[in-house]
């Protein structure tokens, strides 16, 4: 959508750049995470996405580069008390309950009502932990209490590193229904998490982040649209297959995927496809319709994008 | 940085090991008034005999351990001259500090708070309203002890009590702000506890005493924190007597300012 005025996104990185000693974490980032948006932030271990979400955060100090939050430098006051941070492991005091936990937070925030904090420990489910210590917490609690934190002051934008990290299938959809009430409250999320099955579920935006570097930006739409469904057929020789496929089927995208397996895009009829081959006595091992998830399209993407023939 | 301090008194108060040192701190107060009672007071020689702590001819010679000491020099002996409460304080100071590290807290208050050094300067005022609080109340529990123990020694004027108290909070709270430096900059309980021991208990500056003097140089080392507290007036005499004020000031604004730009450059 384009108005002719500036856009202002909820995060935007300029070149975003973070070296330790000569090795580059995150290289030249550019990143738009748009207001309202939960933005799936994708990457292996060690690609840079702590680091990045780090500098966004405004706890590293970036090399070179920008980060502006609602248009602004993330170094201005004002944008702080904007934001909720989760990064990595939930920062907790051991010895304390999770109400004092929240009330710490809320004290270095300068906040006075104590509503506040018995509001975002009801959001978490943590309202009855009383006085049990968090060193006694179970991995879930301590992550819905880091999130907790992060809720307090009622932020216009959280970063959520890992937040579904060791949490159980029940905390999980808590936590995701949790997302889903932020997002309609208007709330940005930007999230990173290697569960790439439940942020599929939330995100409506994802960046893929590979060695450093944002190797793609896409939306839900725009990834629906990539991930289209397909026909896969297992067959003995790909070499006789392939021209035979082409040959019968013009308007179809096919993609070797391995020496024995092929995929077919866009076909609206399968099983004219069987007889294709049958009739070039390709033998067939197996077939069938297929859909490409986030999961698949993140691995594609990180082996270097698609092979579309 | 009014809400950092409010956010760290209220961890202070529910901070078990800031009770635990200042109960050790008043327990050696005890062991150190039993001791002397036991060797200096008639009663409690008669007891030391008894149990066979000294023998007749040591009496007159163990009587005289408290010879032109008054309460306020006890208490000077028993907890700052010998570094015992700097390095109480300093384990104090080194488990506050570094369990925002260690908890990982720390990211959820440098996630809000872009100035930097205002975490340090609530960390230091911190530890300046825990001294106060800690000298005040081991100081009034040695005046108490003393009470209980028929006036063992003899009372101090006030003024000196209130000048000595003030010029040794001042430099206690330097060491605090040292203590604090060490922590940010290593992040590290084994080295914060360290620095307590070897800083604190004077360790490192009685190394470099004896290093320096064979240079006829260890005179500079009386401008050191530790030795500030051995060699610091117990009353105010003239003008050179302020000169303890002048060492911790310097060094608490030294470290404290250390500790802000070490933090200010640290990814967190």
Not at chain 1, 149 to 178: S, Y
Not at chain 2, 164 to 171: F, I, K, N
Request: hydrophobic letters at 45%; aromatic letters at 10%.
């Amino acid at each position: 959508m384009d108005t002719g005025k500036q856009r202002t996104f909820a995060v935007e990185t300029v070149r975003l750049t973070k070296t330790y000693g000569g090795k580059t974490a995150v290289n030249q980032l550019q990143m738009q995470v748009q207001e309202g948006a939960i933005y799936g932030f994708i990457g292996k271990n060690g690609a840079g996405k702590s680091t990045a979400l780090k500098m966004i955060g405004g706890l590293v100090h970036p090399t070179k580069g920008e980060v502006r939050v609602f248009g602004k430098p993330v170094s201005q006051g004002v944008i702080r008390r904007r934001m909720g941070v989760l990064i990595e492991a939930a920062g907790l005091y051991q010895n304390m309950t999770a109400r004092q936990n929240v009330m710490m937070k809320a004290r270095c925030m300068g906040l006075s009502d104590e509503r506040s904090v018995d509001q975002v420990l009801a959001l978490t489910g943590l309202s009855d932990t009383g006085k049990k210590k968090v060193r006694n917490f179970s991995m879930g609690m301590k992550q819905r209490l880091g999130a907790a934190l992060a809720l307090v002051g009622n932020p216009d934008l959280l970063i959520l590193d890992e937040p579904i990290n060791g949490l159980d299938p029940e905390g999980i959809r808590q936590m995701r229904q949790l997302m889903l009430q932020l997002r309609d409250q208007g709330k940005t999320i930007l999230i990173s998490s290697h569960i790439l099955g439940e942020l599929s579920k939330i995100s409506t935006h994802y960046g893929i982040i590979k060695d450093g570097e944002l190797i793609e930006q896409i939306s839900q739409e725009e990834l629906n649209e990539k991930c289209q469904d397909y026909f896969q057929v297992e067959v003995e020789n790909v070499q006789r297959a392939l021209p035979a496929i082409q040959e019968a089927y013009t308007d179809v995208q096919i993609e070797v995927f391995d020496s024995r397996t092929i995929r077919v895009y866009g076909l609206k009829e399968t099983a004219g496809l069987n007889g294709v081959l049958a009739k070039k006595q390709i033998p067939v091992y197996a077939c069938g319709v297929h859909s490409m998830d986030l999961e698949e399209y993140f691995f594609d993407r990180m082996e270097g994008g698609s092979r579309h023939v | 940085m009014f809400n950092l301090l409010r956010m760290d008194l209220y961890r202070l108060r529910r901070s078990r090991s800031v009770y635990v040192c200042f109960g050790l701190l008043l327990a050696a107060s005890v062991v150190v008034f039993v001791m002397l009672w036991l060797l200096a007071a008639p009663q409690g020689q008669e007891n030391a005999l008894r149990i066979g702590l000294l023998t007749k001819d040591e009496l007159e010679t163990s009587r005289s351990i408290l010879d032109g000491v008054d309460v306020l020099e006890l208490f000077r002996q028993t907890a700052l001259d010998g570094g015992m409460y700097n390095v109480t304080m300093g384990i104090c100071i080194m488990l506050f500090v570094c369990e925002d590290y260690q908890g990982g807290f720390i990211k959820n208050i440098m996630a809000f708070h872009e100035k930097r050094y205002l975490y340090v300067g609530s960390k230091v005022v911190t530890v300046g309203i825990l001294n106060a609080v800690f000298l005040a109340g081991h100081f009034a529990f040695t005046l108490l002890l003393n009470l209980m123990f028929k006036d063992m020694v003899p009372w101090t004027d006030i003024q000196d009590v209130m000048f000595y108290l003030a010029w040794a909070w001042l430099l206690t709270t330097a060491f605090g702000a040292l203590e604090i430096f060490v922590c940010i900059c290593t992040r590290s309980v084994a080295a914060g506890s360290l620095a307590a021991v070897l800083l604190g208990g004077g360790v490192v500056v009685m190394m470099l005493y004896g290093l320096l003097n064979t240079f006829h140089a260890g005179g500079w080392l009386n401008y050191t924190i530790y030795l500030s507290f051995s060699t610091g007036p117990s009353r105010y005499t003239s003008v050179q007597d302020l000169r303890t004020f002048a060492v911790g000031a310097g060094f608490l604004i030294l470290y404290t300012a250390a500790a802000g730009i070490s933090l200010k450059k640290q990814d967190i």
